[in-house]
């Protein structure tokens, strides 16, 4: 019997006749009675305040990378949910004793895998306050202030970073422009919205045809949106070392003329990067920007991670040409102390995007021209998250966000130096911000290789650090990305320690072998 | 000169470098301080909750729909982010003074707009949760509790609504099953899903001849997938009063018949729905699941309100055939007390989705064969949006759920029997669970159209409660919608007190208008 036809049918009794009702009397229908009344989840509230501040007190003392293995958690917790209510102990308790051990924990300070997804209080206050507001601001009038904030606070944003003016929704005369900001659940989405927006651009004919490209360094999300979007073509060009894994200007000039040529095939849209995953690349951005706008074609720039240290002067000089760029993000929620989940993004025209995503039924319609931001993302509902960045603005200021990314900067350089003072190891890249991509230096073959993976996984296991790796050149690479809200420098410091003594421990472990064996 | 020109390059200092780092001495890199410490968080949050209390204590008394002006806020706020930091409680006045009165208020008992969007204390407490531990848990070993705990709980609520087996990762006896649930963010998202994964059974070069089937009552959300998909073609088949509009099986039949003789046509992807948006019409899910067994067209079910009942006996009828659907939603955030975003998507078998969805590099690859959810979804980074579900699963218990359920379907009888009291007003479709359609009497004209949009108008005007409307047959039609988690028998007498009153000033001033001029 196949699986799907061991249900029965269900001949149950039919709908409740509408006619039928309980009663015109007051009262008849009985008031339902929550669980947890608002005395009751005042103390609740006010004890898991006290829990999260214990968990921030201590949490450097975790191990960092949880240790269970795949499958821990089902025997440890009910088939089925309870049928009686459980108070709030008990599940804190569960939450303590069987949840906690399988935590990764992305804010401890020595969580220096993928890249950072900062925390931080301010941030945590507005979205207490947004989860408590629950509203769902898919249009204007479906709760104006969620709307108008996320403008705001994007043009706060945007305004900071430098962003040419054309990226945000109004000017310094208060006039609104073509573009602006919106806030998306993750650089996925944003990197998704953009190539729907660039296909917008092209006449639905030629769907079938379109080309988008982007460097072998850029992030595995282009390749999803394209997957999504069904764009039938995605062209990886190489980048390589020697470039210091940048997009090859001349190198895409070549692709795209070379598509050109070919009457099955229409380039629209190039994935550029301003601090790639593996090892913070830059690729240029004017340079492309230039071919981008003499082919017509749509310029994405994804510095999820980097993007928010345009507001420095030091690192201004990356981001020129953004002039040039359709549609540019970064994430508050990777290095700008703003809990996931928070990609900033802006374009200099929004109504590409209006085309790719806006249909609106009558009980959707808008009051007036007001913006509703469900045309400019995949989803319809969202979240009220610029509360959060609003806050986290506010109570750093310009000043202290700009030292929160500088400190780290500096942290990067101290563990370079570190790195530099042991010549078992190499570094792999050039380090960027707080990235530092490094491995057990020998040639590039197997057992060099397995050495890296090794000292990663003895690292990882410890419990005192989490850091993943990544390829380049074909060699396994460790990656230290620095920029986790509460990493100081005593956290490098230690895990500059555990990565020595680590070493020492791979090196002897396999001169051992190869020597008994 | 173009606006994309009047920006300056920038020739500005290159990266400091790494060469020239701080130095060896501990302590030369200096540590940042974060602008709220432990302490202060602590007692910020704890007042935070005290707002909280007092806005679900108070919010029945606000006006319901904000009542601002488009970019009302604009010039009540600074044009750039504060160079300094601010403290929580200028910030909190803002919140009070500013950002308030752009709320429309989403968790009052007397919103009956769009669907419920519930809140309740045990889900923010854990997304208080969520928050603090701020895990991005796109693979199993960025965090394991996440992506195990969001398996385990949604085969909890998958057994509470009586799926198929098939439905859930686990059977009884603790086989891993080819399906299982996953947590999107929201219904769209968990359409676009089900487009992909239907998409992903058919040969890539048949992807320009793709047609999708739904009723014209369907949400615009599948409209929006296949927009987004690049799907060709969506077949919206009209839905009829005389069936209650719900999809005729007999239409759908007949039109893919009709496309199967076109050798351009490849039918492959059916959405039908269990609670329609403007009238909550079922379409019949078992005998639309033999057609799309029959033609092998994947079955997605959007029962994003409505879908929560399965757990009661007496709507399990509307569920019959689930056992030949693909896909299956609804949605936690709607009517079942966890706030956004919680759309709860189950399928029989995960393969199609992994083969839409997965790519995997380096740096993600998971350990051994667990799973990793950024498969089964759009973008990379989530939440950990399971704790919320389990809180309220756990503090409420099946029984209390149910009872919730329950009181609201009695709610909606009670205001379908007040509607009747009054000849003025008609009941324009089956009222079904707590969404009740209803009109100003009369032809179906201009007139009696702008009657009930003026009823409406006058009723949101008023603060006292929020309605939206609809389109059924042409006619204008108001939608009230109960299942706010605070909605309680005097909110829908007040409210039926009200719409009685605006009528009766409606049709006065319409009477009025026609005998004056």
Known sequence: MPPHMNWPEFHASPPMAFTDVPGLQEGAVDDFEHSMGIEEFRKNAKDMVDWICDYYASNEKLPVRSEVEPGYLRPLLPKAAPQHPENFGSIMQDVQSKIMPGITHWQSPNFFAYFPSNSSFPAMLGDMLSTALSTVGFCWIGSPATTELETIVMDWLGKLLCLPTSFLAFDEQGKRGLGGGVIQGSASESTLVSVLAARARVAPEHASKLVAYSSDQSHSSIKKACMVAGIPYVRIIPASAEDDYALDPAALREAIEEDLRNEDLIPFYVCATIGTTSSCAVDPIAEIGRITRHYNLWLH????????TSMLPEYRHYFNGLELVDSFITNGHKWLLTNFDCSCMWVQNAEPLKTALSLTPAYLRAKGNSLDYKDWQVPLGRRFRALKLWFVMRSYGTDNIKKFLRHHVQLGQLFVSLIQTDARLEIMAPPRWGLICFAIRGPNNDATNE???????RI??????????????????????IGGSLTQERHVRATWQLISECTTEVLAARAKFHKGV
Chains 1, 2 share one sequence.
């Open 301 to 308: 720039v994804d510095a999820a991670y980097a993007g928010v």
């Open 451 to 457: 050495a890296t993976a090794e000292l990663l996984e």
């Open 460 to 481: 990882n296991k410890s419990g005192r650090a989490f850091l993943v790796h990544t390829e380049l050149s074909g060699r396994f690479v460790a990656r230290m990305a």
